[in-house]
C-alpha cells in the first residue's frame, strides 16, 4: 500500500541519548551524530501515550505470552507512533531508534483483532526473552531463512505447539535466536508431522543476532531540551508569518480552535505573538463531551471569555440522517450543514468586512492537505467567503506539534490519552474502526445509538453486514465497498 509523498522524514534518532531529534544530524546534547530513523510514510510521527502502550503491551501478551509487552516495550524510555497506510489503523512502533514492530487493527478477518506484528528488532527481543510461536529450523535451513526463504517441513526441528493457523511466528536457530518473521501455514500441532511442504511464509529474513538494547530513564523533558532551538526556529517563523499577516491585511483575526492538538498548537503561537484576536469554536451537536469541556477550560485558563465566539448549529445530525443517509468521506453532507453554513453566517455577523483566520493545517495529515500546502501558508478559502486562512503549522509534523505543546506545558485534550489519533466528530466517517472501539470502551452507550443507527439503515436498504463490520457505511459509494485506504 504505497503513500503518496506529503513531505520529507524528520525523524532522527541519538543512538547516546537514546531520544528522538528533529531535523538534525547531530544531538546538541552529546554532540553524537544522529541516524535517520527508516519510518514508512507519511512520516507523521507522534508519542505513544499510555493507553496507546497498554494497548501495544496487551496486544504482544495475547499473541506472544504474558509478560513479553512490558520486556519487549520498556518502561522509561521515549516511545513513538508512526502512522502506516493500512484499512484501519495501523502504526509503527518505535523505540531505542528502531522499529519494533507495528501494531494494527486487522478488519481483514472475520472478527476484527488487535494485531502485534514483529518487525526485525521486536523478534530479537521476543526470542532472547522467551516468547511463544516459534518454530525452530536446523542448522542448515538457517542461512535460508535469513534470506527470507520459506520454512519447509523437513528443516524444522521443534516448534511451539500452541501456534495456529496464519499466526505471526518468529523463525529460531538451534541457538534459539531469532532468524525469520513469518505466517504460519501449518498449526503447531500439524508441524511435527508434516513431512513435505511449506509450514511458515517468511515475510522477512533476520541477518544477525545482535541485539541492542538501550539504557532506559529517558524524559520528554530531556527530549525538550534536545529540541530546542529547532522549537525556537520554527516559532519564530509561525510568529513571523502573524506579523506579515498583520501589515498585509487590516482585517480582524481569529483562531479557529477545535479542541484538536493542531488547533491548540496554534492558539499558542497566536497568543505568543501578543495579537488581538477571538477565538471560534464550533459545536455540531455530535462533539465528545471531554472536547466540550476541554474547550471551556483553555477559554477559562487563557482568560478568553471576552474574545470568544461559540457557535452551536440548529441542525440535528440524527434528523438529517433519517432523509440523507449515514454521512461519508465521500459524502460530507455533515460538513456543509453542521459546520459550514455555521461559519458562513457567524462570519456575515461579525466580520462583515472579512477575516485572517488562523488554522491547524498540517501537509502530513491527508493527500489533500499536502496539496493545498502547495498554495502556500495564506490561502484564500475556496468554501467562505471573505475568509483568507492562515496556515502556522502547515509543515509540521505531529511530534513537532507535540513538542510544542509540551514545551508550553499547555493542556491538551484528554482524548488523546485514551488512544485516539485524531479528534473529530464522534461518528465522523473520517474516523478508523479502530475509533469506534475506543467509543465502545469510554462511551458504551453512544457506541450503541450508532450501532442501532447502522443496524437501522442497513435493514431499511438491505446493505449485507460487512456494511458494519468492515466499516463500508463511511462509503456513499457502492464501488468503495471493499477494504480500501483512502488518505
Ligand atoms: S468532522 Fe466528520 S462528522 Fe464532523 S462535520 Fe466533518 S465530516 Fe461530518
Ligand atoms: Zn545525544
Given at each position: 500500500?504505497?503513500?503518496?509523498?506529503?513531505?520529507?522524514?524528520?525523524?532522527?534518532?541519538?543512538?547516546?541519548?537514546?531520544?528522538?531529534?528533529?531535523?538534525?544530524?547531530?544531538?546538541?546534547?552529546?554532540?553524537?551524530?544522529t541516524?535517520?530513523?527508516?519510518?514508512?510514510?507519511?512520516?507523521?510521527?507522534?508519542?505513544?501515550?499510555?493507553?496507546?502502550?497498554?494497548?501495544?503491551?496487551?496486544?504482544?501478551?495475547?499473541?506472544?505470552?504474558?509478560?513479553?509487552g512490558?520486556?519487549v516495550?520498556?518502561?522509561?524510555?521515549?516511545?513513538?507512533?508512526?502512522?502506516?497506510?493500512y484499512?484501519d489503523?495501523?502504526?509503527?512502533?518505535?523505540?531505542?531508534?528502531?522499529?519494533?514492530?507495528?501494531?494494527?487493527y486487522?478488519?481483514?478477518?472475520a472478527?476484527?483483532?488487535?494485531?502485534?506484528?514483529?518487525?526485525?528488532?521486536?523478534?530479537?527481543?521476543?526470542?532472547?526473552f522467551?516468547?511463544?510461536?516459534?518454530v525452530?529450523?536446523?542448522?542448515?535451513?538457517?542461512?535460508?531463512?535469513?534470506q527470507?526463504?520459506?520454512?519447509?517441513?523437513?528443516?524444522?526441528?521443534?516448534?511451539?505447539?500452541?501456534?495456529?493457523?496464519?499466526?505471526?511466528?518468529?523463525?529460531?536457530?538451534?541457538?534459539?535466536?531469532?532468524?525469520?518473521?513469518?505466517?504460519?501455514?501449518?498449526?503447531?500441532?500439524e508441524?511435527?508431522?508434516?513431512?513435505?511442504?511449506?509450514?511458515?511464509?517468511?515475510?522477512?529474513?533476520?541477518?544477525d543476532?545482535?541485539?541492542?538494547?538501550?539504557p532506559?530513564?529517558?524524559?520528554?523533558?530531556?527530549?525538550?531540551?534536545?529540541?530546542?532551538?529547532?522549537?525556537?526556529?520554527?516559532?519564530?517563523?509561525?510568529?513571523?508569518?502573524?506579523?506579515?499577516?498583520?501589515?498585509?491585511?487590516?482585517?480582524?483575526?481569529?483562531?479557529?480552535?477545535?479542541?484538536?492538538?493542531?488547533?491548540?498548537?496554534?492558539?499558542?503561537?497566536?497568543?505568543?505573538?501578543?495579537?488581538?484576536?477571538?477565538?471560534f469554536?464550533?459545536?455540531?451537536?455530535i462533539?465528545?463531551?471531554?472536547?466540550?469541556?476541554?474547550?471551556?477550560?483553555?477559554?477559562?485558563?487563557?482568560?478568553?471569555?471576552?474574545?470568544?465566539?461559540?457557535?452551536?448549529?440548529?441542525?440535528?445530525?440524527f434528523?438529517?440522517?433519517?432523509?440523507?443517509g449515514?454521512?461519508?468521506?465521500?459524502?460530507?453532507?455533515?460538513?456543509?450543514?453542521?459546520?459550514?453554513?455555521?461559519?458562513?453566517?457567524?462570519?456575515?455577523?461579525?466580520?462583515?468586512?472579512?477575516?485572517?483566520?488562523?488554522?491547524?493545517?498540517?501537509?502530513?495529515?491527508?493527500?489533500?492537505?499536502?496539496?493545498?500546502?502547495?498554495?502556500?501558508?495564506?490561502?484564500?478559502?475556496?468554501?467562505?467567503?471573505?475568509?483568507?486562512?492562515?496556515?502556522?503549522?502547515?509543515?509540521?509534523?505531529?511530534?513537532?506539534?507535540?513538542?510544542?505543546?509540551?514545551?508550553?506545558?499547555?493542556?491538551?485534550?484528554?482524548?488523546?490519552k485514551?488512544?485516539?489519533?485524531?479528534?473529530?466528530c464522534?461518528?465522523?466517517?473520517?474516523?478508523?474502526?479502530?475509533?469506534?472501539?475506543?467509543?465502545?470502551?469510554?462511551?458504551?452507550?453512544?457506541?450503541?445509538?450508532?450501532?442501532?443507527?447502522?443496524?437501522?439503515?442497513?435493514?431499511?436498504?438491505n446493505?449485507?453486514?460487512?456494511?458494519?463490520?468492515?466499516?463500508?457505511?463511511?462509503?456513499?459509494?457502492?464501488?468503495?465497498?471493499?477494504?480500501?485506504?483512502?488518505?
Amino acid at each position: 500500500m504505497p503513500m503518496p509523498f506529503l513531505g520529507k522524514n524528520h525523524l532522527y534518532w541519538c543512538n547516546n541519548c537514546n531520544i528522538p531529534i528533529l531535523e538534525k544530524n547531530n544531538c546538541s546534547i552529546c554532540n553524537f551524530s544522529t541516524e535517520k530513523v527508516p519510518i514508512t510514510a507519511p512520516y507523521d510521527v507522534r508519542p505513544a501515550f499510555d493507553k496507546d502502550l497498554e494497548l501495544i503491551r496487551r496486544t504482544i501478551d495475547n499473541q506472544f505470552g504474558k509478560g513479553l509487552g512490558l520486556k519487549v516495550i520498556e518502561d522509561h524510555k521515549i516511545i513513538l507512533l508512526n502512522k502506516a497506510p493500512y484499512f484501519d489503523r495501523m502504526d509503527e512502533i518505535i523505540l531505542d531508534g528502531k522499529i519494533l514492530g507495528t501494531i494494527r487493527y486487522n478488519i481483514e478477518r472475520a472478527q476484527p483483532i488487535w494485531e502485534f506484528i514483529p518487525r526485525i528488532e521486536g523478534a530479537k527481543r521476543l526470542a532472547k526473552f522467551g516468547c511463544k510461536k516459534w518454530v525452530k529450523v536446523d542448522e542448515d535451513a538457517v542461512k535460508f531463512i535469513r534470506q527470507a526463504a520459506n520454512v519447509l517441513a523437513p528443516g524444522v526441528i521443534d516448534n511451539d505447539n500452541s501456534i495456529e493457523y496464519d499466526e505471526y511466528v518468529i523463525v529460531i536457530n538451534p541457538n534459539s535466536e531469532a532468524i525469520g518473521i513469518g505466517v504460519s501455514r501449518a498449526t503447531g500441532k500439524e508441524i511435527p508431522k508434516k513431512k513435505k511442504g511449506m509450514v511458515v511464509k517468511t515475510k522477512r529474513g533476520i541477518q544477525d543476532a545482535t541485539l541492542n538494547i538501550l539504557p532506559s530513564g529517558q524524559t520528554w523533558d530531556l527530549v525538550l531540551e534536545a529540541n530546542s532551538k529547532m522549537l525556537e526556529n520554527k516559532e519564530k517563523h509561525a510568529l513571523n508569518l502573524i506579523k506579515n499577516v498583520i501589515k498585509r491585511y487590516d482585517l480582524p483575526k481569529l483562531v479557529s480552535f477545535s479542541g484538536g492538538k493542531d488547533s491548540i498548537c496554534t492558539l499558542m503561537l497566536v497568543l505568543e505573538s501578543g495579537i488581538d484576536f477571538k477565538v471560534f469554536y464550533l459545536d455540531t451537536g455530535i462533539e465528545f463531551e471531554e472536547t466540550l469541556n476541554y474547550v471551556n477550560e483553555i477559554i477559562r485558563d487563557f482568560k478568553l471569555n471576552d474574545s470568544f465566539i461559540l457557535c452551536k448549529t440548529d441542525e440535528d445530525f440524527f434528523k438529517n440522517i433519517e432523509t440523507q443517509g449515514v454521512p461519508g468521506k465521500d459524502y460530507r453532507w455533515c460538513n456543509r450543514l453542521l459546520k459550514l453554513n455555521v461559519i458562513i453566517q457567524m462570519i456575515e455577523q461579525n466580520f462583515p468586512e472579512g477575516i485572517i483566520t488562523f488554522v491547524g493545517s498540517r501537509k502530513y495529515e491527508s493527500f489533500s492537505r499536502y496539496q493545498d500546502s502547495l498554495k502556500g501558508h495564506i490561502v484564500k478559502s475556496k468554501l467562505i467567503n471573505k475568509q483568507i486562512n492562515v496556515n502556522l503549522i502547515i509543515n509540521w509534523t505531529a511530534l513537532h506539534v507535540w513538542l510544542y505543546i509540551f514545551s508550553k506545558k499547555v493542556k491538551y485534550n484528554p482524548l488523546y490519552k485514551l488512544g485516539y489519533e485524531r479528534i473529530g466528530c464522534m461518528y465522523c466517517p473520517a474516523n478508523k474502526l479502530a475509533d469506534l472501539e475506543i467509543l465502545k470502551e469510554i462511551h458504551p452507550e453512544l457506541y450503541e445509538k450508532w450501532h442501532k443507527i447502522l443496524e437501522n439503515q442497513a435493514k431499511k436498504f438491505n446493505y449485507p453486514q460487512e456494511w458494519i463490520t468492515k466499516g463500508f457505511w463511511r462509503y456513499n459509494n457502492k464501488e468503495k465497498w471493499r477494504l480500501n485506504t483512502d488518505y
